[in-house]
Each structure stands twice: as C-alpha cells, then as structure tokens.
C-alpha cells in the first residue's frame, strides 16, 4: 500500500512516502480503505516528542473510508461499510486497520470529508466541556487556542449549551472568524492580557472553567483567570512546551485540574453513543469543522508544514 511513515522524530522532512506492507488484520480489527485523512494536532506533535515503537511508523490517529476487510471476530461492521476510524498510529495511508470499538459508522448520506474531521476534535470538546469538566448553562469558559479543531469544536458545544464562551487565538482575524461559531468574547493571546479581560468579562469573578489546548508559558495567565474552585481541563500543548502546577498555587484557587486523554476513552459504548449524537449533528449542519487546505497523502511534507506554520483555522485534510 501507498503510506507514509518516519523512522525518528523530527520536523517534516523525516516523513517519507513510498510503498509498504499493507497492515495485518487482526480478529478484532476492521482494515479501512481510506478516502480522507484528518490531520490531528497530535499527529504533530507525536512525530516532534514521541519515540516510535518500532519502524518504519506510519502516524496518524484519524481516517474515514470504506471497510474492505474485516476479522473473524467483529461483529459491528462488514465489507462496504462507510466508518470513521481512529487508532494510536497508522491514518497516513491508504488502508487503515483499526479494532473494530475504535470504528464509529458514518450516517447514510454524510460526506465522508465532514466524517473524518469530527470524532477527536468534536469527542475531545464534549469530554473536557461536559463529561469532565462538568460545564453547565450560564457558566464561562476560557479556550486557550480556539482556532484549532479541538477549539473550534469546544466553541461551538458550548456556546450551543448556553455557556458564555471566551476565546483566544493569535490575531483579530482569526478571532472574527470564530465569532459565528459561538463566540462570545475574543482575546489575542499575543497582544492583549488574558486573565485582565476574563476578570472584566465576569465582573472581577474569574471564569468557571478553563480548555488549555497550549500548554506552555500561557499557563500561568489562564490559571489567574480562573475563580477560586474553578476548573481547569489540560488536553494539549500546541505551544510546544509544557508546564507544571504548583501545589500551593493549587490550594491557593482550590482549583480542580483534570487531565483529559479522548483516546482512553473511545472505545467505551458512552463515547460510542456520544460520538453517533456528534456526527448526527455535523451531518446535520449543527456544528461545523471548516477545512482549510487539503493534500494529496504524497505531499504530506507540506502538509505538516503548512500544519506547523501557516496556523491553519480547523483541520486540513489529506487523501492517499
Ligand atoms: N488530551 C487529549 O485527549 C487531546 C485530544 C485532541 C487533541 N489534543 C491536543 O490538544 C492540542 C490542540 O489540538 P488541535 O487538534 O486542536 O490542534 P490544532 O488544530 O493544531 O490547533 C492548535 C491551536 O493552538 C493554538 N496555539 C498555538 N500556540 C499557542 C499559544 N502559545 N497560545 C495559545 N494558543 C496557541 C493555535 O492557535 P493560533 O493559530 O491562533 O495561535 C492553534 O489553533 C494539541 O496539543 C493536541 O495534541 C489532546
């Protein structure tokens, strides 16, 4: 098969596209023929920080496509089947194998592009919001790098529950573009103070509950922002480095830090339910991903450097 893969960790030139073995079919794996591959900001940041198991590795966590083959084992799909997949590697090919519990159906007469780009971004949204961060109508939250998917995802879901939703990103453009999404107040984490406009927002409060999808040295300003016995999700580091909390600066806030990792979670029946409800309502038009830039699976340098550079506004997609 046609795939890419890299052999250590580094910037885009270590991927490389070319032939390999097609993947194993496992009792229990559904092997996915596959049409649209999202590109996650995961797929970057595991080829820069994560050791590959063995190599070649071929990245990538989430593809949609037709089901071609399928294990002696599994029930749920058969041959024909239009599904959406995720795995801890192996999207950046032309067939995917994933177990069939990390296989979620796409409904009959949804575009197989608006499938590919919804079960991380939008399932990791709903988890940090609601499942673990317990959001409720009439609270604020703070998304630190709500341009991205999983932000853009989180703006939506929320606004959508009724919550007041504060965002930032890098420039006032990037802000009026995540304004019809549900955007109720934009910050320019380059330019303005985080924690200052959140204080304004809330009337000296702070807000309920904090998405930090960046990690790094903006930490620090999002805990300021936050109220005493506020909550605080850590889902990713997009900056590129990664902080650490202080154990009185915890006590101080009495604050709730919960880490969120979707991908422990995505072949439960709860997130199977969840995600169903989540492509029923992007197949619906309800909530959106747009596609900035997409790439044949040859140019996949590009891609993740395009990716890594020109801050992309949601996914950019690839196809083999
Ligand atoms: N824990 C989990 O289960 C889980 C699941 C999915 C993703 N993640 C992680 O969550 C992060 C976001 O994922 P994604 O797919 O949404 O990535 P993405 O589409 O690449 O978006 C990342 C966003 O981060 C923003 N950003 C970059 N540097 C920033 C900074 N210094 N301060 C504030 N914002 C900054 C960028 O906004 P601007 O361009 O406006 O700067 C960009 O829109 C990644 O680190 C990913 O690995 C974790």
Redesign the pocket.
């Known amino acids: 098969m046609k795939a890419v893969w890299y052999n250590e960790n580094g910037g885009p030139e270590v991927l490389h596209h070319g032939d390999l073995p097609d993947p194993e079919v496992g009792p229990k794996t559904v092997l996915i023929q596959v049409k649209v591959i999202s590109l ?3 797929d ?2 595991n080829r820069v920080h994560t050791p590959p198991a063995r190599v070649p590795h071929v990245p990538g966590y989430q593809a949609a496509g037709m089901v071609v083959a399928v294990g002696a084992e599994v029930t749920r799909f058969r041959k024909g089947d239009r599904v959406v997949g995720f795995n801890w590697s192996g999207s950046h090919a032309a067939l995917f194998a994933v177990p069939e519990t990390y296989a979620y159906p796409v409904p009959e007469g949804m575009d197989l592009d608006v499938a590919a780009v919804v079960p ?2 939008f399932g ?1 949204a709903y ?1 940090a919001l609601f499942t673990y961060g317990g959001l409720s109508s009439g609270e604020t939250v703070l998304i ?9 995802a989180a703006v939506q879901l929320a606004s959508q529950a009724g919550a007041t939703v504060i965002g ?4 006032p453009q ?1 802000l009026a573009r995540i304004t019809p999404l549900g955007l109720t107040h934009g910050i320019d ?1 380059r330019q303005e103070d985080i924690s200052a406009h959140c204080k304004e927002i809330t009337g000296g409060k702070g807000v309920d509950l904090v998405l930090d ?6 930490k620090d300003a999002l805990v300021e922002a936050l109220r005493g016995h506020g909550r605080y999700a ?7 480095t990664l902080p650490t909390f202080g154990f009185f600066e915890m006590i101080r806030k009495a604050m709730q830090v919960t ?6 979670d995505m072949h439960t029946p709860r997130v199977h339910e969840l995600l169903a409800d989540l492509l029923a309502r992007a197949h619906a038009g309800s909530l959106v991903m747009p596609i900035e830039r997409e790439f044949a699976l040859a140019d996949v340098v590009e891609a993740h450097r395009f ?1 890594a550079e020109e ?5 950019v997609v690839m196809r083999p």
């Open positions: 996650e900001g995961g970057l940041l991380i971004a990791t988890d630190q790098g709500a341009a991205g998917g999983v932000g853009l930032t990103a890098s420039s990037r984490y999808l960046a990690g790094g040295k903006g850590v889902i990713g580091a997009a900056e590129g880490g969120i990792s979707f991908g422990r990716v801050h992309p506004f949601g996914r």
